[in-house]
């Protein structure tokens, strides 16, 4: 009864509004730091329009960027073991992304 009651309060109570469960498709991360923390924008980029959009912005502190990094890992992981290894090559991509975008250059 106790370890039940321990499991209950440890759980986190998520909600997803049906707005942002449809979701946001996107094909290209801008990433900026400072000391205290990251900030990563998600972009949709069209072939042959020069003007993009940034559709989501997100900041997190330096530690959560490295958990995130690490929960990437293991679902990349995850999923090559399920659907065989991600190519890494770069003549797949339809079209190429400007690496500058208002400001430093980023990392995606």
Do not use: C, W
Not at 48 to 67: C, E, F, M, N
């Amino acid at each position: 009864m106790a370890k039940q009651q321990q499991q209950d309060e440890n759980q986190l109570n998520v909600e997803l509004t049906e707005e942002m469960a449809e979701g946001e498709y996107v094909n290209l991360a801008m990433i900026a730091h400072s000391q205290s923390e990251f900030v990563i924008d998600f972009i949709k980029m069209m072939p042959g329009i020069p003007k993009a959009k940034v559709k989501s912005r997100v900041i997190l502190t330096p530690d959560h960027v490295y958990r995130l990094l690490n929960a990437l890992k293991e679902n990349i992981q995850k999923y090559e073991e399920a659907y065989g290894a991600i190519s890494e090559d770069q003549s797949q991509i339809g079209f190429q992304f400007p690496m500058n975008y208002r400001g430093p250059i980023g990392e995606a």
